[in-house]
């Protein structure tokens, strides 16, 4: 159907007909698809616990009760959502000023050797982190650290610099050296060039590196069920698995548990989708 | 002070007041000196770490860093485990469905949306969508969508396709989805004739039918990356290549078969090689979805790593398939940023 409908000569200004029609249906339809498992979870999530139900599972909320899934769903990751937002806050702060200050010094002075300590560096955004696990455990509890948010903010500080390191790095290479030349004819030095020059451009990378790094670390898993094992200090993602293992909680919990776990980053795409884009584009190494 | 000898420094900062500085090179590495200790111990000492304990004889609670005689003897027991044998083959069969759905599915998004139809915008950003969720929301969703007594089967039952099927003299449709253990295409028979050693395995090697499942909730979950990285890779081809192949009488089809697709060759190495070290490394959304599954249907080797190190204290195995993930991860990553790192220079 689509090959179909792309086979058509088509000019750039070109008339409706058919296979105009054709491609936007089955991008309407795949739309449809795609949104399918969000109402999944919008539409069970409002149900109460006496209407959802197996049986009912593609139907709408047959009434809108205050005694719906989100409010057990509240009830139950408030504690955690708190946790999430308290190790999410500090570390995508952190980890997007170590980055800007790491990717204008590779990008404006680099020196000998310092691509390939950037690549090495670099690595350790695709590791897979099960092969550090162990010596990090016991890091962070000779650290005294274990356990805790503080914990985890170091843990998604320390791995978030590769990756806000490449996106500052690229950010920074495409800014003309000129414009720091002049301030440096002013006198001024590596760190003042970087505090009265290149910070103040580099407002769009820090909104790029925050979002992705926000996402990035609200989302976590591996790093939150293995470094916090006291379930009253997990983040929300933890607590949510926990929650739709447990059989005697009702499925319009669990799924409006989802929403709420989906939020954050929900949000942040819905209002600053332009910005997650190019973080995409940024983070996936060649650009 | 002005008079300095050194041309670096003279070049560098002319009407400098201090008295006493240092060369703005070793400024840059002591900045930058942090990160990299704390990334040397974090990944490559802590790696070490890791790979001393797969030789060791720690698997109890007690760290016991002694080397197990003889040396790999872990590796070598893990290898003839049934569990592990599944988990590789799991793996294997879950990266190639994945990246081939998410490829084809991105691919062809972002060819439609290149038409920038109205709403072209609304589309791209509900096909991106789910990219910003956690994998542990998508499993925890779409374990209910593949739930075999409600979700997709009970949609089949409404839509009346199973009425039509049974009036038809056909068996229902009602797949057991990420519960079924069910392993088709066995090629174990086949490999036998060519390779040493077959006959020892333990499971069958074919395709895991509760691993498709999984692989679509990938699919939905990433699909809209890969099309991203393709939108973007398009918008850097300017319109007159697209016209000049028109004017040569191309269809719209051959403009995309024979032009455009080819020139987006590096976004294709960049999506597949970021795709393989996801799939390989994909832990959260099959243990929320499907876990072990039946008989190790859905298990994979970051499922392994987590209850050999967390659950079941056996340490020096739980490393060892750390670091067979490590190496199978490296194999993929170190090529593309050894040729990243040669196109920087």
């Known amino acids: ?287 | 002070m002005t008079a300095t000898t050194d041309s670096a420094a003279l070049r560098a900062r002319p009407l400098d007041r201090r008295r006493w500085h240092l060369s703005e090179q070793a400024q840059t590495i002591l900045l930058l000196l942090p990160s990299i200790l704390a990334l040397a111990v974090f990944i490559y000492v802590f790696i070490s770490f890791t790979f001393w304990v797969s030789l060791s004889n720690w698997r109890t609670l007690k760290i016991d860093l002694t080397l197990r005689e003889p040396l790999f003897a872990t590796y070598a027991e893990m290898f003839a485990m049934a569990r592990w044998q599944a988990d590789l083959r799991n793996t294997f069969v879950f990266t190639i469905f994945f990246i081939a759905f998410a490829v084809t599915l991105g691919l062809t998004l972002a060819i439609l949306l290149d038409r920038h139809l109205a709403g072209h915008n609304v589309f791209r950003n509900i096909f991106l969508f789910p990219y910003a969720l956690s994998f542990v929301v998508t499993g925890v969703v779409w374990r209910w969508i593949f739930n075999p007594e409600t979700g997709l089967n009970l949609l089949f039952e409404v839509l009346g396709i199973n009425y039509l099927l049974t009036q038809a003299g056909m068996a229902p449709l009602k797949p057991g989805w990420i519960t079924d253990p069910t392993v088709v295409a066995e090629v174990n028979g086949i490999l036998a004739a060519v390779l040493p050693g077959v006959d020892a395995w333990q499971v069958k090697w074919g395709i895991p039918l509760a691993m498709i499942p999984v692989a679509i909730a990938a699919t939905w979950q990433l699909s809209g990356f890969v099309m991203a990285l393709y939108v973007g890779g398009m918008a850097t081809i300017s319109d007159e290549v697209r016209e000049a192949a028109r004017i040569d009488g191309a269809s719209e089809f051959q403009v995309y078969r024979k032009v455009i697709i080819p020139m987006l060759r590096p976004v294709t190495i960049s999506v597949v090689v970021i795709l393989l070290h996801v799939s390989l490394k994909i832990f959260d959304l099959v243990y929320t979805m499907a876990g072990v599954g039946p008989g190790f249907a859905t298990d994979v080797p970051a499922i392994f790593v987590f209850e050999q190190m967390f659950k079941a204290t056996r340490y020096n195995l739980g490393s060892a398939a750390a670091i067979i993930m490590l190496v199978l991860v490296a194999l993929v990553i170190v090529p593309y940023l050894a040729s990243t790192l040669r196109e920087d220079s």
Not at chain 1, 70 to 87: D, E, H, I, K, V
Not at chain 1, 199 to 228: H, M
């Open chain 1, 1 to 287: 159907m689509t090959t179909a409908a792309l086979s058509q000569p088509q000019p750039r200004r070109r008339p409706r007909h058919w296979g105009t029609y054709a491609v936007w249906i089955v991008m309407f339809l795949m739309a449809i698809v795609f949104l399918m498992p969000v109402y999944v979870m919008v539409a069970n999530g409002l149900k109460d616990a006496q209407s959802v139900s197996l049986q009912r599972m593609w139907l709408p909320p047959a009434q809108l009760s205050t005694d719906n899934g989100f409010a057990g769903a509240w009830q139950r990751l408030q504690p955690n959502m708190m946790n999430s937002l308290l190790m999410v806050i500090p570390a995508t702060i952190l980890s997007s000023l170590i980055g800007a200050i790491n990717g204008y010094l590779f990008a404006k002075w680099k020196f000998r050797g310092s691509d390939i300590v950037f690549t090495l560096m670099l690595f350790g955004f695709f590791i897979p982190y099960q092969s550090v696990l162990l010596p990090l455990v016991r890091t962070l509890q000779i650290l005294g650290v274990y356990g805790t948010i503080p914990g985890l903010v170091l843990v998604h500080v320390i791995y978030g610099i590769p990756i806000t390191t490449l996106i500052f790095r690229n950010y920074f290479a495409g800014v003309p050296t000129e414009l720091m030349d002049a301030a440096r004819v002013d006198g001024a030095g590596l760190i003042t060039t970087f505090t009265r020059v290149m910070l103040p451009l580099s407002i769009p990378a820090f909104v790029v590196v925050g979002i992705f790094q926000f996402t990035n670390i609200w989302n976590d898993f591996l790093f939150g069920v293995t470094v916090v094992p006291n379930p009253a200090a997990q983040p929300v993602t933890i607590a949510l698995n926990n929650l739709s293992g447990t059989f005697s909680v009702e499925w319009n919990v669990v799924m409006a548990g989802a929403v709420l776990a989906a939020l954050p980053t929900a949000i942040i795409y819905i209002l600053l989708g332009r910005f997650f884009i190019r973080g995409i584009l940024a983070g996936s190494v060649k650009g």
